[in-house]
C-alpha cells in the first residue's frame, strides 16, 4: 500500500511565499506543497514529475515521503521488470541508499549475502507468481560495505541479473536496534551539487555523489530552529 505523502502543514504558506517564480511547489496546484528544494518545473533544483491525476512520481515510480535526507518511492514487485530501471534511479541528485535489500530476478547465480532475511523476502512475494522456475530464482543485493551511504550500481549490474524484481528498505527505529521494513519501497538519498550553500543556523553535510563522484550537499536546521536550512529556501527560524 502506497504511504501518504508527509508534509509540515504548517510551512506550506511559507513555503508558497518564498518560492521562486519559475518553480512550481505543487503537484496539479494544490497541497500538499513539496519543500525546498523539490519541485515540479524546470526553476526547481530538483525536479519531480506530476501524473494526470495529482500523483508525484520519480521516473515513473510514486513518491511515498519526502525528508531532509531521504525519498521514499514505491517500487511495486513485478516480473521480468528491466534491470535498467534501477540505473534510472541514479541521478545526480539522487541515488538508491545502502540501507535497501535490492530484489533481483533471473541471475547467473544466487546472490547470498542480503540485509533481508531469505525467509522474510518470501513471505512477502510467495503469492507473485513468476513461472515456477523464475519465481525460484529471486535474489536480493544488499551493499556490504557498511561505510558506503549508497548502493553501488556497477556491483549489482555485475551479479549478471536481467530483472529488477522489487526492493524492500530498512530504517532505524530512534536510538534503539530495532528496525522498520518498507516492503516494495526503495529509500533514495539526496544532495544538491556543488559547495554548501546553507542558511545561518543551518549544519551542512558534505556528500560525495555515486554516480560522478562529484561534491554535493545538504543542508539541515541546528536544533531549536525549523525550516529547510537553505540559503534559497526557508532558512532556519526560531522554532
Known sequence: MIKTILFFAFIAPAIVAHSPANCSRSCGGAPPYFPFPFGFSAGCPIQLQCTANG???????????????????NLPAQCNRPIQFLGGLFTQNYAPTSKNGILLQNCTSPITACVIPTTMVQTHFEL?????????N???YSEQNKENEFINYSNVKSQ??????????VSSMGNSSAVSL???VVQLGWWLDGDCMCSGNANCTNVSSPTDGGRGYRCQCLDGFVGDGYRDGLGC???
Open 160 to 169: 549478471g541479473c536481467e530483472s529488477l524484481f522489487s526492493a524492500i528498505s
Open 128 to 136: 507473485l507468481d513468476c513461472g515456477s522456475r523464475k519465481k525460484n
Open 138 to 140: 529471486i535474489s536480493c
Open 55 to 73: 500523483t508525484a512520481v520519480i521516473d515513473g515510480f510514486p513518491v511515498q515521503t519526502v525528508t531532509s535526507d531521504t525519498i521514499l518511492i
Open 237 to 239: 527560524r526560531k522554532g
Open 182 to 184: 518498507d516492503v516494495q
